[in-house]
């Protein structure tokens, strides 16, 4: 045990995931919507000081840009748009808590056995080290350029499809009179 | 360092999504609950990449297009929430049941 904390990397990852994990918690009890969005940003950050610690340099400055950047900046236009309650609300959540938490936490005990029992003491290689990020360039533009295309058509059909649903069409009546 | 707390991290992350998605009510939070299901995803493909260490990164390459698709899925999903609460003027799961009979 004293070995464990001898190594500077259990340190920033103890600090890091308990900080992850309460605002996890926090995202999904919070009773009001904008602090839940909020916490969702701590989460992602905390995820991100992960990847780095995880030598993943790359995919998280990605998260950043992506996910802290954009996608919630989409949720909180979300919150505005559909009016959900800004500010305390006790009705967020709906009768089914007691069951939910028994199933989440059946589900955390068991993904954790699995973990535990399969990897027992799995040590991770060169933590810290980066990775280059030309070697994953080339991985995506190389070996995994027919999956790269095809994700980046769904992103594509994904916007179209977003833009086609959530725009308003014109009643028949108006269609006509533009005619 | 060694594996196991990674995982365990990613275990507690999506089962608290599983909580969120099954006990929000509000469509916008489910979203935000399924974020976090995918972010634990992430944490473990990059675990597993950071266990293994293959030289094409498959690992790092797969976190990527795990966070495409989810940029895709929150799109899509907010436009189908907004469409709803166009229509409905709610947000709130348990009253959508245009799909029943």
């Given amino acids: 045990m004293s070995d464990w904390f001898s190594e500077p990397a259990n340190w920033v990852f103890l600090v890091v995931g308990l900080a992850v994990a309460f605002s996890a918690l926090r995202v999904v009890t919070s009773r009001n919507v904008v602090h839940a969005a909020l916490y969702l940003v701590a989460t992602l950050a905390g995820t991100a000081v992960l990847f780095l610690l995880l030598s993943a340099e790359f995919v998280a400055w990605v998260l950043v840009l992506v996910y802290i950047g954009a996608v919630i900046v989409l949720f909180l236009f979300g919150i505005m748009i559909t009016r959900a309650p800004i500010g305390y609300d006790a009705t967020l959540d709906n009768d089914h808590r007691g069951v939910a938490a028994v199933v989440s936490g059946a589900l955390f005990l068991l993904l954790s056995w699995v973990s535990i029992d399969f990897f027992g003491s799995t040590a991770l290689k060169d933590v810290g080290d980066p990775t280059a990020t030309d070697l994953l360039g080339e991985s995506i533009l190389g070996r995994f350029v027919l999956p790269f295309e095809i994700v980046s058509f769904v992103l594509l059909a994904a916007l179209i499809g977003g833009i086609t649903v959530a725009r308003k069409d014109a009643t028949p009546l108006e269609a006509e009179e533009r005619v | ?101």
Avoid: C, H
């Avoid at chain 2, 060694?2 to 509000?26: E, Q």
């Avoid at chain 2, 495409?68 to 003027?89: D, K, P, Q, S």
């Fill in chain 2, 1 to 101: 360092m060694t594996l196991v707390p990674v995982l365990v991290l990613a275990a507690l992350l999506f089962s608290l999504g599983v909580y969120g998605l099954l006990a929000r009510r509000n469509a916008v939070l489910v979203l935000l609950a399924i974020e976090l299901m995918l972010n634990a995803v992430n944490i473990n493909l990059i675990a597993f990449e950071a266990m293994i260490r293959d030289s094409l990164a498959t690992g790092q390459v797969f976190a990527i297009f795990v966070i495409t698709v989810a940029a895709a899925e929150v799109g899509i999903g907010l436009a189908i929430v907004l469409l709803i609460f166009r229509n409905r003027a709610t947000a709130n799961v348990d009253e959508f049941n245009l799909m029943k009979w």
